[in-house]
């Protein structure tokens, strides 16, 4: 069973579907509050991006979206703290 799900979404007007895993879906949903946008909206300016994420298609630039608005928006780390193998391990 995956862990993704599916929901539709309307871009240009048009149903399309998206498989996302649900930390995806709320991560999106989030911005799209904090932006004052419906996830419709959201969406339809992330499908204009595709190709300058260079992503694949819509989910994929979802995923690169906001992954990258949340780092933005997480103050940087010094580099001498951070150890991302004791997070892998944990």
């Known amino acids: 069973m995956s ?9 240009a007007g048009k149903r399309t579907s998206m ?6 879906w709320e991560g999106l949903e989030e911005i799209a509050q904090k932006e004052s946008l419906t996830l419709g909206e ?6 204009e991006r595709v190709d300058v994420v260079d992503a694949s298609n819509l989910s994929s630039a979802v ?10 928006a997480t ?8 150890n991302p ?5 944990e």
Request: aromatic share 14%.
């Open 3 to 11: 862990s993704k799900k599916l929901r539709n979404v309307y871009v």
């Open 19 to 24: 498989r996302l895993e649900a930390a995806f």
């Open 42 to 47: 959201l969406c339809n300016r992330l499908a």
């Open 63 to 72: 995923r690169v979206y906001v992954l990258d608005y949340f780092r933005a």
């Open 75 to 82: 103050p940087k780390r010094q580099e001498s703290s951070y």
């Open 85 to 89: 193998l004791a997070v892998a391990a």
